[in-house]
């Protein structure tokens, strides 16, 4: 599997970014999809989560209210739509699946990409 994350850029505190994670192979449909997140000098820690048909989404404390993982399995694509960004949002994000159908731990990882958030 092969994942290519795109979307990330430079907003202003308060607005808006959507990222897009497009997978290869035939077998997303049926993979859960996550995204992740680094900032400088921390560990990559767990945004959010979607199982195969998108039915179950799991967020971050963090960012539950703000942000919206979706997918579309027609496009082998999972996005992660970020809205009232906050400084704190800065980091690279990446996008990530698993060998299950519901989310347990990440198997397959793309590039990140940069994300920041300016006050």
């Known amino acids: 599997v092969q994942l290519q994350a795109s979307g990330g850029g430079l907003v202003q505190a308060g607005g808006s970014l959507r990222l897009s994670c497009a997978a290869s192979g035939r077998t997303f449909s049926s993979r859960a999809m996550g995204w992740f997140r680094q900032a400088p000098g921390k560990e990559r820690e767990f945004v959010a989560a979607?199982?195969?048909?998108?039915?179950?989404?799991r967020y971050a404390y963090s960012v539950k209210g703000r942000f919206t993982i979706s997918r579309d399995n027609a496009k082998n694509t999972v996005y992660l739509q970020m809205n009232a960004l906050k400084p704190e949002d800065t980091a690279v994000y990446y996008c990530a699946a698993s060998s299950a159908s519901t989310w347990t731990t990440s198997n397959y990882w793309g590039q990140g990409t940069q994300v920041t958030v300016s006050s």
């Open positions: 979607i199982n195969w048909s998108g039915v179950d989404t």
